[in-house]
């Protein structure tokens, strides 16, 4: 009978073993020294074995534990507190989903699971630092569809590199005279064989843990003329390109809660040419003979205003423009695509206000109207206001007022999101569904347009019969829609690049990996 009662509590002790609730004792700023000599402030919470700071000086929470066999951890019961405006300036951004990555990992002869936790998440226009959760334990982890093995080698130890960099996400062309213009050689080898490599132009994630391709990826490309090899004057490519502005979407988006990302350490982002040797990446064409199960009439489309010309305190991430206290009412003007009449549109508007406690603000766009929240009484405080506008224009005037000219208070940003029809107009556009996808869909389209399916940045296909699968885990599905005369030829030259090899380096820790990716794209 006792084996029996001490086989039970074994038992209920491994079942209960498998949850466990972890506390984040905030303790706020604490200042650290760089390897520069230099300092600079973190937020930190005391747990000494759980805390750890990444290579961007933030804070994340990780777990390790040594184990042959491979789970997953889930997270439950978080709860968390709405962070100060000071804080938030430590904080690049704020994630409307709990980030958190895991891995299985071999270290010499032991396999160690690891789960780190991004402490930080907005919900309902508040910004919030995760205080307690739990953590348990379920079935065998399986990796991203498109996660891969690090490389010893980089693509640019050899060969001809070429560095151009473009400011907005859209369809490029190259041709013989940009080329030329240059430096870039024309001749020399076969086009068939030029090639354009590239990860897109979002900011990297400040967990070392995310996803990232391990290093530059070939892009696949359309070459008109490249049947003769030569590069001949009326020859062209077209790319497309990731610019560094860009939407942030997450599993289970929703339009209501669709935003965007501005990159803070850059305007542009890079794309390198290269040539010789086997042949190049190129578009394909999708067929699908599969009926689909889900047929879309409309997308999901998002436009903002953000103008990132001032930095209030000379320090942290919070930019901000158009400044109110000598001009209380201003408007701003956003250009929609074709929105659909009828269907609710949902705007979202921050001010960022310095000792601003009695100013008060109105908002007001299409048939809706709002009142900002007063601001703190602390130094720096933002608020925000989310209005649902029951149709809008394709030019939707958003219109600000204040009643105090005597206090400091800057806009930060404007967006709108809604449904837009899938007519082309006089501009390449991309769209997106953020309903549930079934297996096999499909989406009707208005007008002559050349369309391409840019789920896979890297891997572009041509749709020609508007159908379209599910995207592997780790991608979300995004299509552009161009013609030629509408393809963007703004693009940049920035240097040859002289030959590399980061990969090569050996000894290097996570985050000096990390940071190899980081230098070479």
């Known amino acids: 009978m006792r084996k029996i009662i001490l086989l039970l509590l074994i038992f209920s002790w491994a079942i209960f073993s498998r949850a466990q609730t972890f506390h984040l004792n905030w303790k706020g700023k604490k200042e650290i020294e760089l390897t520069n000599a230099t300092k600079t402030s973190v937020l930190f919470f ?71 936790l991004y402490p930080f998440i907005q919900e309902n226009n508040k910004y919030y630092k995760i205080e307690s959760f739990t953590l348990s334990k379920s079935s065998v982890i399986q990796p991203k569809a498109h996660r891969k093995t690090a490389t010893n080698t980089s693509v640019l130890q050899s060969g001809d590199w070429y560095k151009i960099k473009v400011s907005k996400t859209g369809v490029y062309k190259l041709t013989t005279d940009f080329f030329k213009a240059s430096g870039i050689p024309t001749s020399g080898y076969d086009l068939r064989t030029l090639k354009i490599y590239g990860n897109g132009g979002a900011q990297l994630p400040a967990n ?48 209501e809660n669709l935003s965007h990302r ?23 064409t999708s067929t699908i003979d599969e009926t689909p199960t889900k047929t879309f009439t409309s997308f999901d489309d998002y436009r903002f ?69 007063t601001f703190s009484t602390t130094e720096f405080s933002r608020n925000e206001v989310s209005l649902k506008l029951n149709s809008v224009p394709s030019s939707l005037a958003v219109n600000i007022i204040g009643n105090n000219t005597n206090e400091e208070v800057f806009l930060d940003k404007i967006s709108v999101a809604y449904k837009a029809a899938l007519t082309y107009g006089n501009e390449q556009f991309s769209f997106r569904f953020l309903d549930q996808l079934g297996e096999v869909n499909s989406f009707s389209f208005s007008g002559e347009a050349t369309i391409w399916n840019v789920s896979d940045l890297t891997n572009a296909i041509e749709v020609t019969d508007r ?55």
């Open 467 to 521: 159908k379209f699968r599910k995207p592997t885990e780790g991608f979300h599905n995004e299509f552009i829609a161009f013609r030629n005369e509408h393809v963007f030829t703004d693009i940049k030259f920035v240097e040859k690049v002289a030959n590399q090899n980061l990969h090569a380096i050996s000894g290097v820790s996570a985050v000096s990996s990390h940071l190899i990716k980081i230098l070479q794209v």
């Open 262 to 284: 501005l990159h803070l350490f850059d305007e542009y982002a890079y794309y390198y040419i290269t040539f010789g040797g086997k042949n190049g990446k190129r578009i394909s």
């Open 208 to 255: 070392t843990g995310t996803f990232i391709y391990d290093d530059l990826q070939e892009n696949a490309i359309r070459v008109i003329g490249e049947e003769d090899g030569n590069f001949d004057s009326n020859d062209y490519i077209l790319f497309y390109a990731q610019g560094p502005n860009n939407l942030h979407r997450s599993e289970n988006q929703t339009l």
């Open 305 to 373: 205003f953000e103008r990132d010309s001032l930095n209030i305190n000379q320090m942290g991430k919070q930019w901000v423009s158009h400044p109110f206290r000598q001009n209380p009412n201003q408007t701003f003007i956003l250009q929609l695509h074709q929105p659909i009449g009828g269907e609710t549109a949902h705007l979202k508007a921050s001010l960022v206000g310095k000792n601003a406690k009695n100013s008060k603000f109105t908002i007001s766009a299409a048939d809706a109207t709002g009142n900002f929240s």
């Open 46 to 116: 005391e747990d000494e074995k759980h805390y750890k700071l990444s290579g961007n000086n933030l804070p994340y929470f990780i777990l390790e534990e040594e184990n042959p066999s491979q789970f997953r951890y889930t997270i439950s019961d978080i709860r968390k507190k709405e962070i100060s405006f000071d804080e938030q300036q430590l904080v690049p951004h704020f994630p409307t989903y709990i980030d958190y990555v895991q891995n299985h990992i071999q270290k010499d002869q032991t396999f160690i699971h690891t789960f780190q």
